[in-house]
């Protein structure tokens, strides 16, 4: 990779970044396809996050993803926000148009293209998401987009929870109920288990929620990627039900992402490659 004074500049603003793979993603396609362009991480605390925004604009910085716990907040700071990112309340990715800072959510069509990956039709099935933070957003609405019969939200914030489960039940006509982390227990039925919280990814050897809760489950997704395999995920392996983390995700709306940086659609069978040499 050949790195000039042409080079396009993109990258992934989070708090913390160094487990991301977004990196090996966008430079390795950038390189397949001729691309003069190059990714970085900047791992932004929350009180620092308007500088930040703010100092990416005035350094020319093409492009950016945004992950956890940035995607609701950042939108305070951007010029322009598509209809669909508004709905649902974060964003992921930003493009850079002469100085506009312009931001878009492709986390619902990534979840929703990883799903038909792993032939998962949610039509008229039930849904508990934990976590009511912006990936969650993305993951409630994309639910409801495709069909769902009903979505329990569980969060530890109940007010947030409520919230989301509200809009939901507004915007899509679906029913949304919500709950606490802990009240997850006491339901004797799970079909879809989704944890878009960031338990498991820092805090190594813990689950979101008790084996009890996830062997109840007829499928089990965990937005988590890197460790590949989360204890909620090995919960799920050892009592045999149906489980995947978030890497094919991630590789989605990357896609979309890149699509919105550069015109074109990355190799998405070159990219799990590439992963797979990684991981």
């Known amino acids: 990779m050949k790195i000039d004074s042409t080079t396009k500049v993109f990258g992934l603003i989070g708090h913390p970044v160094k487990h991301s793979l977004s990196p090996l993603i966008h430079n390795s396609s950038f390189e397949k396809l001729n691309f003069n362009g190059v990714y970085v991480v900047f791992d932004v605390a929350p009180e620092l996050l308007e500088n930040a925004v703010k100092g990416l604009k005035a350094l020319g910085i093409k492009g950016f993803n945004v992950t956890v716990p940035h995607k609701e907040s950042v939108m305070n700071y951007l010029d322009f926000v598509t ?117 498991g990814m820092h805090e190594v050897g813990n689950s979101p929620v008790s084996e009890e809760v996830v062997a109840k489950a007829n499928f089990v997704y965990d937005l988590i990627y890197n460790p590949s395999e989360t204890l909620f995920l090995k919960y799920a392996r050892k009592n045999g039900v149906k489980s995947a983390n978030g890497l094919s995700m991630l590789v989605n709306q ?3 992402a890149f699509y919105l940086w550069t015109g074109e659609f990355f190799d998405k069978d070159f990219v799990y490659e590439k992963i797979r040499g990684e991981i």
């Open 83 to 199: 209809e669909e990112a508004e709905k649902i309340g974060a964003v992921n990715t930003v493009v850079n148009e002469n100085g506009i800072l312009k931001g878009y959510n492709t986390d619902v069509q990534g979840f929703i293209d990883s799903l038909k990956e792993l032939k998962e039709d949610v039509r008229g099935r039930k849904a508990f998401v934990l976590g009511a933070g912006g990936a969650s957003k993305a993951i409630c609405f994309a639910l409801a987009r495709e069909g769902v019969e009903s979505i329990v939200i569980a969060n530890r914030t109940l007010n947030k929870a409520k919230a989301l489960a509200e809009y939901i039940k507004e915007e899509f006509k679906v029913k949304c109920d919500y709950c606490s982390i802990e009240e997850v227990e006491k339901f004797n039925e799970i079909d879809i288990l989704i944890n878009t919280t960031s338990v």
């Open 254 to 256: 990357a896609s979309y």
